[in-house]
């Protein structure tokens, strides 16, 4: 049965953290490729489910950002695309159980529509070649998420529309202009939220780039916009260099402090990017659970 995002609307839906870092964490070396870790490592994978899911998202992703024959081919393993994929989307609904749902992840290609370097046919078809294997392992829908390029999400969004009967759900990053709300390749919210009306998209948002405090004003820009649910997956803030490291600032109750403003803001969805893991989702599941119980609390007479 078709997933209805009916069930979504009025509340807020708490989904996963980043999973690069933790698969770090469990031993993948630097410039490997995560995704192939579901048909070497599946063990550490399925652990990183498996810590969200008793987090508390009642959504959680799938290790196949990376899992088209464009973005696989950077490690000799573009015909691994099935084989990755459904085992990819199998971890995690093994992790989810019957009380989560699981949201393949669907990221770029690395190409440049624009350019027309690379023929629209073959960015279609891979996206397609993924979306099929997305459906056919049990996912419950599809995240294209991470895009920077308007015109390669919509190919992404056409792929798995027209290829699966899954819903799916379209983000960017959002990272330019004076106040950080367009992408690199300068689409903006309501660009993005007018795709999604016409490819017939079940939510649309925003993940990675920034931190939470920026995601208030994003999706802000996206309920102005369109009705439809608003995904909402910020980084733990902007990352700092220290001692030749990678830091993303933000703790998890700080990072949790933004939930309140970021549901009235308008989203339905959320979760973190980089620089979150389990204690991150632990904190917004504890602080949406706070701010549903200050709604249904009687006003003080």
């Known amino acids: 049965m078709t997933l209805s995002f009916d069930k979504f609307a009025g ?26 870790w579901n048909i070497e490592n599946p063990s550490a994978v399925e652990a990183i489910a498996q810590a969200y899911i008793q987090a508390g998202s009642e959504i959680i992703l799938t290790n196949t950002l990376r899992s088209n024959r464009f973005a696989l081919a950077h490690w000799g393993m573009q015909d691994k695309v099935q084989d990755v994929t459904c085992r990819g989307v199998q971890l995690s609904r ?50 294209c998420e991470t895009f920077v390029e308007l015109d390669e999400i919509a190919l992404a969004a056409k792929a798995v529309r027209e290829n699966t009967k899954l819903p799916v759900v379209l983000s960017m990053s959002f990272t330019a202009g004076k106040d950080g709300t367009t992408s690199i390749m300068g689409n903006t919210p309501a660009d993005l939220a007018r795709l999604s009306q016409q490819v017939g998209a079940a939510a649309v948002g925003a993940n990675c780039g920034a931190g939470p405090d920026r995601f208030v004003r994003l999706a802000e820009l996206f309920r102005a916009a369109t009705p439809m649910p608003i995904w909402i997956k910020p980084n733990a803030g902007i990352p700092q260099l220290r001692e030749g490291k990678t ?12 939930v309140p403003a970021l549901v009235a803001a308008g989203a339905n969805f959320i979760g973190g990017c980089c620089g979150t893991n389990p204690d991150f989702i632990r904190a917004i599941r504890a602080t949406v659970s706070v701010e549903t119980w200050r709604k249904k609390k009687p006003p003080p007479r």
Not at 17 to 31: F, I, R
Not at 115 to 129: K, Q, V
Request: glycine share 12%.
């Open 11 to 36: 509340k807020v839906t708490v989904t996963d953290g980043s999973w690069g870092v933790l698969l770090q964490g469990k031993g993948l070396p630097p410039g490997a490729c995560p995704d192939a």
């Open 94 to 143: 093994q992790a989810a159980g019957p009380g989560a749902l699981v949201f393949a992840s669907l990221g770029p290609t690395g190409k440049i529509v624009m350019t027309g370097d690379t023929p629209t046919e073959e960015i279609s078809a891979a996206f397609a070649e993924v979306a099929k294997a997305m459906e056919q392992a049990g996912a419950d829908a599809v995240l």
């Open 247 to 258: 830091i993303f600032p933000l703790q998890p109750a700080e990072f949790a402090a933004y």
